[in-house]
């Protein structure tokens, strides 16, 4: 999938999206000299996985927050989350550091990544989001992106927080 394929797919399935061209950003720090401008929540995607290796999580919160990954292990269930290493982003999602977003979850092919959308995430706002390229965002509403994840096979979860777990279809072992 390339960026062409994700703009080509949210029309398909009838999702609005507004395309903005900006300069290459790979963190949220590079997107502060245009985020003024920018007509949706900033968000950080992270690829994160447990001590054992074994279990992904690609968790998108408020780019303005510092994720606080002790309570996410918490959350999960977890001993220690970490983040995924550079060669484990390229074999999971596709992606380089900086690249990690939704849309590069068609390359996981056997779906065994969480998806955890912390409440930081707006209901109301619209979301952007790298179409596979740092040279654009897409920007779209936190409904159409879990019409999203379901499309990819994601499904929705509730936990006993106010926290919202998408999980793939999968049998721990």
Known sequence: MNEHAVLKL???LDISFRYISHPEVKTVAEHAS?????PAQLLKNLLLKNSSGKHFYLYILDGN????LRELVLQLNESRLS???????????GVEPGGVTPFALPHNKVR???????????PSQPLGFHPLSNTASVCI????????LTFFGYSPVDIQT????????????
């Open 65 to 68: 927050q510092k994720a606080d």
């Open 141 to 148: 509403s936190k409904k159409d992106l879990l019409r999203l």
């Open 162 to 173: 106010d926290r919202v777990i998408l999980l793939p279809q999968w049998i721990d072992t």
């Open 83 to 93: 983040f995924a290493k550079p060669d484990e982003l390229i074999e999971i999602l």
């Open 34 to 38: 245009f985020a003024a401008d920018f």
């Open 10 to 12: 949210l029309n398909e």
């Open 112 to 122: 065994d990544i969480r998806v955890v959308i912390d409440p930081s995430v707006s």
